[in-house]
């Protein structure tokens, strides 16, 4: 399916009321007015229509409609566009079922899909989020929650991570998650694909297009007790299946399952950079041995191997530093500069027998001061860097002076989790 007028429509039209209020379906004036600030940073045309004030409306790649189910029903026959993405709610089946049969020239993305696309590439945002920014990046989501999507969109904005695409899917009456997914792993703007799902319309097809996928595909399927599927089927009028069954294939297919949305996160941030790679052996570099042996035991506990230093690793580091005690966890003691997390990372990244390096830089009770660390952008290799500044206080200042340059983590147990779960 071709969904580039979805994601890249020369026009789009915005279709409310400034009247109609409706908040249970997501139908209020405030609602029609922040979409239409968003919708004005579009890079192509754009027309916004009140239907209090005209219902004669033109022709355009994307409608972007928020009116209660009726009036939307009524509208319909009249619209000359592409496609058709219903953010407001409050469908019944038999609604759904004539607005189906409606759509023959155009195609539906919702009904229910509350806060509808974002492209970075063109400035198409349909949300209406408030003083959004949104950085250019690699990732794209698909949610089938309106709420869970915003969760993952804050979290991405406030970490000042970069994303290529977000669609909110809702109810999937026509396009559903294999189309967008489809879509998303033939893109060449996206890295890795992120999915919110309750159910999946069409599970053989999803698995499909996830085993011919060369990008990392992670998702959080919920739905799995009998009361959260009840609860699913309320909601975007969808109906769970066996948690098990879908864990399995998801396995099979090289899909990475993940428990949370903090975990969906995080997992993405190795995964834009890195990909999906063999992690054989991890070092682990820390200026506090405490933080180094935590670190150590979670490794244990995943089924994470650490790394064992060659000799000429080990000869370099104590030729330098001979009151280093040369092993992995390897602490760097309390004192360390910049300059010493510097070298050793050097000599530790080039080492045979590492895979993967996690750095854990902590400023409270340490010497290490937050403009030292900012050598280590400096520091050049192909294999994965994952950093870890336990706290939010450290991570702040931390994530201040590395920006970019690798993924930070504000606990040790991300940190070693997110190398878990992007290992092949």
């Not at 950085?135 to 904005?157: E, F, H, N, T």
């Not at 997914?181 to 033939?186: P, T």
């Not at 799995?224 to 009840?230: A, C, D, L, T, V």
């Not at 994952?386 to 147990?413: N, Q, T």
Request: hydrophobic share 40%.
């Amino acid at each position: 399916m071709d969904l580039d007028p979805l994601f890249y429509p020369k026009s789009v039209l915005l279709i409310g009321s400034s009247r109609m209020n409706f908040s249970r379906i997501m139908v209020t004036p405030e609602i029609f007015r922040r979409v239409k600030e968003n919708i004005q940073n579009f890079e192509g045309k754009s027309f916004v229509y009140d239907i209090e004030i005209n219902e004669e409306f033109p022709g355009s790649d994307l409608v972007v409609i928020i009116l209660p189910p009726e009036k939307i029903l009524d509208i319909a026959p009249r619209l000359k566009t592409k496609f058709l993405l219903v953010l407001s709610g409050g469908f019944g089946p038999e609604q759904r079922k004539r607005l189906v049969r409606l759509s023959k020239g155009f195609r539906v993305l919702g009904p229910n899909s509350v806060c509808g696309v974002i492209n970075t590439e063109n400035g198409l945002n349909t949300t209406f989020e408030r003083f959004l920014e949104v950085r250019k990046g690699g990732i794209s989501v698909i949610s089938q929650s309106g709420g869970v999507g915003a969760i993952l969109l804050d979290y991405v904005v406030s970490n000042k991570i970069g994303i290529s695409k977000f669609a909110w899917v809702g109810d999937m009456i026509d396009i559903n998650e294999c189309d967008i997914l489809e879509y998303f792993v033939k893109d060449k703007k996206t890295k890795v694909v992120l999915l919110y799902l309750e159910t999946i319309k069409e599970p053989r097809r999803f698995i499909e297009i996830a085993k011919s996928s060369r990008k990392p595909i992670v998702i959080l399927k919920s739905g799995i007790s009998k009361e959260s599927r009840k609860r699913a089927l309320t909601h975007t009028d969808s109906l769970s299946t066996d948690a098990e069954i879908y864990s399995a294939a998801f396995r099979q297919s090289e899909i990475i399952e993940v428990r949370n949305v903090r975990d969906l996160f995080n997992c993405s941030l190795v995964l834009e950079r890195y990909g999906k790679r063999k992690v054989g052996g991890v070092a682990i570099v820390s200026n506090t041995g405490g933080s180094s042996i935590v670190a150590a035991d979670l490794c244990h506990r995943l089924g994470l191997k650490l790394a064992e230093f060659s000799e000429r690793t080990k000869s370099e580091i104590r030729k330098k530093y001979p009151w280093l005690e040369v092993m992995n966890p390897l602490d760097i003691r309390a004192d360390a500069d910049g300059e010493r997390f510097k070298y050793i990372l050097d000599l530790v990244v080039k080492d045979k027998n590492v895979d993967a390096v996690l750095i854990i830089n902590q400023l409270k009770s340490c010497l290490l001061k937050p403009e030292d660390i900012e050598v280590l952008k400096r520091v050049k290799t192909g294999k994965i860097l994952v950093g870890c500044a336990p706290g939010m206080d450290d991570f702040r200042r931390i994530k201040f002076f590395l920006r970019d340059s690798f993924p930070i983590y504000s606990s040790i147990e991300d940190a070693v989790k997110v190398l878990k779960m992007v290992s092949k």
